[in-house]
């Protein structure tokens, strides 16, 4: 895929509309989804989904093909995604940080896995759950978001998670672990499972910088 | 404690194993045989509603759905599709990765044969027989439906 | 237990991603741990869930005019049905196109690759790849996945 998006790219920067149209249509709905992922709103992500190949392609002329054509996209998109997010956010002039408030009991680990088994097959559970997930999504803090939707859609590393973020490794994987906790405490409760005590103090702060 | 030692030695080769999860024992697939033709009012069989933008396409007006398999597909084991017209075609796959899977689409009649790698989230549509009487019939493959 | 401070962020990581101390650690942490055990299970029964659930709200939205919208954006003028078949033709060799397609092929926002001695050729030729003996397929990427057509027979199709 990396060296055909080369061609497409090369003939794009030599004025193809059409290699560039290719392009958009190939990463479009990726784009999108990490876009949603980050900024919540639909109608939102599908604004930033469409800057980010904007932007690519008012700086064609810079692509030096070192990192593939798709993370340039997902990274303009990322970043564009993280703008909005803070730009509504002062807008708004709302706590974003919803989840804070939420009680995030301790306990429940191993709940969630016995209650899905241990068969990767489409059980009624993991599709309700998997409906449920944007929605749980939207509701805990932009860069816990961010980070989880860059290594789940975008499939990113821990080295490049570190480099597209701007945070160490340690930050990496301890947001990365405070971001499926705060998800998992949502998905318990959305799947009525015992477990959660709302009310109660959040948990054992484990202090991520 | 031998229990507890060897699960934990299970999860632990989990957690240092390259694959993600359980390798999948096969890959869910499903197969729908559907016939487009020019003849009659324009009209699209409810059950294909997500083909349509697809299906929009081709030059064919009405289309219905003649027949569907769901299968768990395993490498290079064809699963074979019959056809209205008595034809038969294969299906297989030859890899899947991540983010996407490689079809082959074998279809003897019409002495084709199609390698196709898509993305997990997209579709095939595939025509397997030639035009006659104003109608063709076509495959569409989606893994993970 | 202070061990899952250090422990517990380690247990989402992939092959190559922990240090050989980091992942000693772990699985000695986790031979003693029932808590992190059990996160384990969990990260491993939600994996790629989270992956699936955007991809698929991608998936049930309709990206017709997404590619226009863009190309407008960047100005790039839309060359009509027909300009941007000629284009296309100075670029490939086209046989011939059957008279099914000719409406399709003004359709905007689709690759098309042509048969050149009975196998599909294109940029995007390695992902879809189509041999035929006895007809000239056609390959149209959409934004939902490929539709392949047989396009003409070589021979003459009886009545």
Sequence with gaps: ???????????????????????????????????????????????????????????????????AFSTWVFRIATHLGIDAVRRERTRSKQDVDEADELAIAEGGEGILATALGTNPQET????????????????????????????????????????RLGIN????????????????????????????AAGSGTGTGTGEP | MTGRLAKAAVLT????????????????????????????PPALDPQL??????????????????????????????????????????????????????????VPAQKTQSKLTISKDKRIVHQVTPEKDGSAYFVTIRPWP | MKDCTTYAPMLGAREGELAAGERTGLAGHLEACAACRARLADERALEGLLGEALLRAAARR??????????????????????????????????????????????????????????????LAGDFEVTSEEHSPMVLDTSDGPLILLGDSDEPEGT
């Design chain 2, 49 to 106: 509603q997500d083909l349509q933008a697809q299906l929009g396409h081709t030059a064919y007006l009405r289309w219905e759905q003649v027949g569907e398999h769901r299968a768990d597909m395993d490498f290079n084991k064809p699963l074979d599709v019959p056809l209205p017209s008595g034809d038969r075609l294969q299906i297989l796959i030859l890899e899947s990765r991540k983010e996407t899977v490689t079809f082959e689409v074998r």
């Design chain 3, 62 to 123: 309709d990206f017709g005019d997404f590619a226009d919208g863009v190309m407008a954006r960047v100005g790039a003028t839309q060359p009509s049905g027909l300009r941007a078949l000629l284009a296309f033709f100075r670029q490939h060799r086209v046989i011939a196109a059957a008279s099914a397609l000719a409406p399709t092929l003004a359709a905007l926002a689709l690759i098309v690759y042509f048969q050149t001695r009975g196998t599909t050729s294109g940029p």
């Design chain 1, 169 to 196: 490794k340690g930050t990496v994987m301890s947001r990365l672990f405070h971001a499926r906790k705060k998800m998992q405490a949502l998905l318990r409760r959305y799947a009525g499972i015992a477990g959660e």
């Design chain 2, 13 to 40: 080769a989990a957690v240092l194993s390259a694959l993600p999860a359980e390798a999948a024992p096969g890959v869910p697939v499903r197969v729908r045989v559907i016939r487009g033709s020019r003849q009659g």
């Design chain 1, 1 to 67: 895929m990396e060296l055909e998006d080369l061609a497409l790219v090369t003939r794009a920067r030599a004025g193809d509309g059409e290699a560039f149209r290719a392009l958009v249509v190939r990463y479009q709905r990726k784009v999108y989804a990490v876009a949603l992922g980050i900024v919540k709103d639909p109608d939102l992500a599908w604004d930033v989904a469409q800057d980010a190949f904007v932007r690519v392609y008012t700086h064609l002329g810079e692509f030096k093909g070192e990192s």
């Design chain 1, 124 to 163: 009624a559970l993991r599709r309700e759950l998997r409906d449920k997930m944007t929605e749980a999504l939207a509701q805990i803090p932009e860069k816990h978001r961010t980070i989880l939707v860059l290594r789940e859609v975008e499939g990113l590393s821990y080295e490049e998670l570190a480099e």
